[in-house]
């Protein structure tokens, strides 16, 4: 199976290890786990379904409790969020390094829970504790679910041929916002305070909750949105290329179209990251019913959210394409995140210089 390497396990792994071992079969299982797609649906009761997914919480102290908090949550609630099914409930397993106070867990937790009234969720099971052998960032892990109407939920598996491509923000937005927010006076010697800045305010931009909810209202299936997509590890680039598998189809998406800030620009360029394939939470990938994707796209930019048009779904004979100034690529996953050796990389010379100081 290879070397063990940082970050989620590939398809292959994912495939032969976890997918031939998910317990008792259920007939109330309507989605089951798949690489690439973002929650499990549960039939809960008739015509009602529950979606669900689980990831660590993860907080960066350093960031103030306040913004580790808001990221730790909408990192959970934006993977629920893309099923299209309203927010409801989080389950939270907090274990904590030993040394945290009492006084620095309140201020956490009540970071925590503001964060999650205000987007509508509410925690209603956990644990919480401190052990030897845990440390920040993973402190941790949460389920995150949401509920509604059987017929009213989608997935990453149900883009059809014929469907426009819609993506929203652009590439490299987590990948940006964190350099700028974890190093960001070495970050201001190369590129300038000004794009610090500007990198720094994504950092409230790492969220698909409000454009999911913008789908769930502007209409989904047949009325519009037929797929979503939280664009994590990979990138823009390999949200696709997991939608284009998930569903069992192909895909055309003109590179150039997939928007790009100037300070995702210059912080990739200056870290050594390729944008494209960078860890970007906050960009949603949708499909998009043909005829109504240029309305969808108005729809999220009259809620404040940039959006473009970035290609069409095809027939899966004809391969996933992603169209370059070099002409015709294979639209493929990129395997390992650039975003974690280049982090890595940078917290290692930090380490280095604080510890020469």
């Excluded at 997991?242 to 995702?264: F, T």
Aim: net charge negative; with cysteine; charged share 25%.
């Amino acid at each position: 199976m290879g070397e063990p390497r940082l970050g989620k396990a590939t398809a292959e792994l994912f495939e032969q290890v976890i997918l031939r071992r998910l317990g008792a079969k259920d007939p109330d299982v309507l989605v089951g786990p798949e690489h690439g797609v973002d929650v499990g649906v549960v039939r809960v009761a008739d015509g009602v379904a529950m979606a669900l997914t689980a990831d660590p919480v993860f907080v960066v102290p350093a960031y103030g409790w306040d913004r580790a908090a808001w990221f730790a949550v909408h990192i959970l609630a934006s993977d629920a969020a893309t099923s299209g099914l309203p927010l409801r409930w989080m389950a939270v397993d907090l274990n904590l390094p030993p040394e945290v106070t009492d006084e620095e867990l309140t201020a956490l937790w009540d970071a925590f829970h503001r964060t999650c009234r205000d987007i509508g969720i509410a925690i209603v099971t956990g644990h919480t504790a401190r052990y030897e052998g845990c440390t920040w960032p993973m402190v941790g892990g949460a389920v995150c679910m949401a509920a509604g109407a059987e017929d009213r939920y989608v997935t990453p598996q149900m883009a059809r041929p014929g469907d426009a491509i819609v993506v929203t923000k652009g590439a490299a937005i987590e990948a940006t916002a964190l350099f700028a927010a974890t190093f960001p006076e070495r970050l201001a010697q190369g590129v300038g305070e000004d794009v610090v800045k500007a990198a720094d305010a994504l950092f409230e931009r790492m969220t698909v909750v409000p454009e999911a909810a913008v789908a769930r209202e502007f209409g989904l299936r047949d009325q519009g949105v037929t797929s979503m997509h939280d664009a994590t590890e990979g990138g823009v680039l390999g949200g696709l290329a997991e939608v284009a598998s998930a569903s069992k189809v192909g895909m055309r998406v003109e590179l150039a179209r997939i928007p790009l800030r100037p300070e995702v620009r210059a912080v990739c360029e200056h870290t050594g990251m390729d944008p494209y394939t960078s860890i970007s939470e906050g960009t949603l990938i949708c499909t998009v019913v043909q005829d109504r994707a240029d309305a969808f796209a108005s729809a999220l930019e009259d809620d404040g959210i940039d959006a473009a048009v970035v290609g069409q779904v095809t027939e899966v004979e004809h391969g996933a394409v992603l169209v370059t100034d070099r002409g015709d690529e294979a639209l493929e996953h990129p395997g390992l995140d650039p975003f974690w050796g280049a982090f890595g990389r940078w917290a290692e010379e930090a380490a280095g210089i604080r510890d020469r100081t």
